[in-house]
């Protein structure tokens, strides 16, 4: 049996709204663990990681807070790469989105020496596809994705002494925010991306589908997800909020059919803001979510 490891990084260093770093305890008090349980899974707490405060400086460079966003990400690594040598499936509890290269580039190093193929699907509003040079804000929450690709602060696209991902591996869904030079960013590289448009268009169902394209039983799936992919109307808990996401029917369908093809090896749970949230229902929602992202489901269901 798979067993989950819950590791908890409290920090919103690479946002400029503060309280994401309240994430881990808020899914804590949401009850993640006991509702994993409940699905049968093992589920171990490995508690929260350490690391620096929030200076709250301004940019310099072009980004904000690199030598402690440098040092978050080393220590998700660590955590997400020693779960993985255990072959335990590493859920991260954020934290803001920066952590994801830290997660990701633990899943990248962990795929490339097992000759696993790798498939990154990135839930979020926003495309976080900019660099120092590109960036409105300086937050490095908004360039997670670039680095995984290779752009950016060395110390961070270079965080294992390689690049992470192939512009192939990741597709990105929900995205309705994208800043002028992330939109040629996204276009050059040719990354995958089912805007919120396409999703109006085509449905969830058939989104999924495409995304889901080619992932099989030899693939590592890792499920990067961005409390703010979804409505603000239904997830009010994050920091940067954008009109117009995912319902609460959609992203369920997602978790179903991400359960459904039963190669979910590793995951990230980050943005959400407990100082925003209202009676912590986003966490709740959270939970909610990544039950059905780990089996649960309303009938019995013919494989
Ligand atoms: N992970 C996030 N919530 N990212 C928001 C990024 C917002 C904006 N694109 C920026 O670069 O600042
Ligand atoms: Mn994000
Ligand atoms: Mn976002």
């Given at each position: 049996m798979t067993t989950v490891t819950l590791i908890g990084a409290?920090?919103?260093?690479?946002?400029?709204?503060?309280?994401?770093?309240?994430g881990p305890d808020a899914l804590r008090i949401a009850g993640i663990a006991r509702a994993l349980r409940g699905l049968g899974l093992q589920v171990q707490d490995a508690g929260n990681l350490h690391g620096p405060g929030n200076p709250q400086a301004l940019p310099q460079d072009g980004f904000r807070h690199l030598d402690e966003v440098v040092h978050w990400n080393r220590a998700v690594f660590d955590a997400g790469a020693a779960a993985l040598a255990r072959g335990e499936l590493p859920l991260l509890m954020g934290g803001d989105h920066c952590l994801a290269i830290g997660s990701i580039s633990a899943v990248a190093a962990h795929c490339r020496a097992r000759g696993k193929r790798l498939k990154v699907l990135w839930f979020d509003?926003?495309?976080?596809?900019?660099t120092p040079e590109t960036s409105p804000s300086g937050n490095i929450h908004g360039m997670p994705v670039a680095c995984l690709l290779g752009h950016g602060p060395h110390a961070l696209s270079q965080l294992t002494g390689g690049t992470a991902l192939a512009a192939g591996e990741i597709a990105l869904i929900g995205v309705r925010s994208v800043d002028p030079v992330e939109k040629r960013f996204v276009a050059e590289h040719g990354i995958e991306v089912y805007d919120m448009r396409t999703i109006d268009e085509l449905g969830m169902r058939a989104v999924m589908q495409a995304a889901l394209?080619?992932?099989?039983?030899d693939t590592h799936l890792h499920v990067s997800f961005?409390?703010?992919?979804?409505d603000p109307s239904v997830a009010p808990g994050v920091g940067t909020d954008v009109r117009g996401g995912l319902t609460y029917r959609e992203t369920q369908l997602c978790m179903e059919m991400l359960a459904d093809c039963g190669c979910l090896a590793s995951a990230d749970l980050v943005e959400l803001n407990p100082a925003l949230d209202v009676r912590n229902q986003t966490a709740e929602l959270a939970v909610d979510l990544l039950e059905s992202l780990f089996g649960k489901s309303t009938l019995m269901r013919p494989r």
């Open positions: 409290p920090t919103d260093v690479g946002a400029s709204v503060l309280g994401a770093s309240m509003a926003h495309a976080d596809a900019n394209e080619g992932v099989d039983g961005d409390m703010d992919a979804m």
